[in-house]
T-cell receptor, first 113, second 112 residues
Framework: GENVEQHPSTLSVQEGDSAVIKCTYSDSASNYFPWYKQELGKRPQLIIDIRSNVGEKKDQRIAVTLNKTAKHFSLHITETQPEDSAVYFCAASKGNQGGKLIFGQGTELSVKP | DTAVSQTPKYLVTQMGNDKSIKCEQNLGHDTMYWYKQDSKKFLKIMFSYNNKELIINETVPNRFSPKSPDKAHLNLHINSLELGDSAVYFC???????????FGDGTRLSIL
């Protein structure tokens, strides 16, 4: 069945370092891959997304890469700041399924000052 | 102005009761969703509606009944609440199925 595996489950970095979170999806028909940030007690907020016709996308300190052959996509955060501390979720979707997002298990990122 | 708003924010109730959660979006989107986030933070889709029509029903117990009176509203009614229903329920909306989904602030449901 459809599945998204996300690693690591927890990640601790020093302020200013880079953080990388990796996801693997099972359904090769998936074509939309968003990343959400969820702070404690808050709603998931979209931070970046990528579609299957693009290999990489960047927005300031955040970038996402997609390898369709390996069914693998990653989130890269550079120059981390304490306010980047949150749980990050990857997700995958197929365009013909009414927007159904399959989420990864989440990564709790802690940025130490 | 809140784009996707849910009420109530907190819901504490006894096992066996019936309760409803309401969701409204002012983004002009045509697709709305209900997600359940369990105690381990795992997010799972429950339902999806497009222009008031049910598109996704993810094998949720039939004690859960969504209703969409118009494309800006999607409510969730839960009958005979069980302990395992305790979770945070998020409403979301998007324009079509391949566009970014915007989440509401969630409803934390606690069953005593």
């Amino acid at each position: 069945g459809e599945n998204v595996e996300q690693h690591p489950s927890t990640l601790s970095v020093q302020e200013g370092d880079s953080a990388v979170i990796k996801c693997t999806y099972s359904d090769s028909a998936s074509n939309y891959f968003p990343w959400y940030k969820q702070e404690l007690g808050k709603r998931p907020q979209l931070i970046i997304d990528i579609r299957s016709n693009v290999g990489e996308k960047k927005d300031q300190r955040i970038a996402v890469t997609l390898n369709k052959t390996a069914k693998h996509f990653s989130l890269h955060i550079t120059e981390t700041q304490p306010e980047d501390s949150a749980v990050y979720f990857c997700a995958a979707s197929k365009g013909n399924q009414g927007g159904k997002l399959i989420f990864g298990q989440g990564t709790e990122l802690s940025v130490k000052p | 102005d809140t784009a996707v708003s849910q009420t109530p924010k907190y819901l504490v109730t006894q096992m066996g009761n019936d309760k409803s959660i309401k969701c409204e979006q002012n983004l002009g989107h045509d697709t709305m969703y209900w997600y359940k986030q369990d105690s381990k933070k795992f997010l799972k889709i429950m339902f999806s509606y497009n222009n008031k029509e049910l598109i996704i029903n993810e094998t949720v117990p039939n004690r859960f009944s969504p209703k969409s009176p118009d494309k800006a509203h999607l409510n969730l009614h839960i009958n005979s609440l069980e302990l395992g229903d305790s979770a945070v329920y998020f409403c979301a909306s998007s324009q079509g199925g391949r566009q970014p989904q915007h989440f509401g602030d969630g409803t934390r449901l606690s069953i005593l």
